[in-house]
């Protein structure tokens, strides 16, 4: 059995949808409606309505930038972030506590490894606390591996 050509199936399917114009017997012949309060647009100005999109340029590109910064992450399948969060949930009453994380930076596109003190541990914000030189706010979700760092 054939399938007609994707051309054939939009016109029948046009044919369906558009054949029955009865429900519109009574506006079909009258003239176009012109307004009496404004003026016609100028064509020239037909485009201008569609200027708000012209704040999506750029947006593709930004997108794009984002893409290629992600495509170093490696996403981690579910046992590996059970792994991540049986051991979080055995350090947090431990807390506050040498640890040493290696993450996801978001911004520069790399795994990152600091060692700092774990301050709060937030599993509902899904979020990490360490100290440092700096305070770190670490999405748990990229974090790939915690390491309790001994005492000397």
Known sequence: MNKPAPDQQTAAIEARLFKDTSAYQDIMDLPRPVSKHHWPLPAADHAGQFAPFAALTGYHQ???EVAERYSHKNYPDELSTKRIERKLLAIKPLL??????????????????IAGTATQLDFRRGRLMLTRKQEWDLIIANLRKVTVVTRK
């Open 96 to 113: 506050p506590l040498r640890l040493k994380v290696e993450y996801f930076n978001g911004d520069s596109g790399y795994y990152e490894t």
């Open 62 to 64: 930004l997108i794009n």
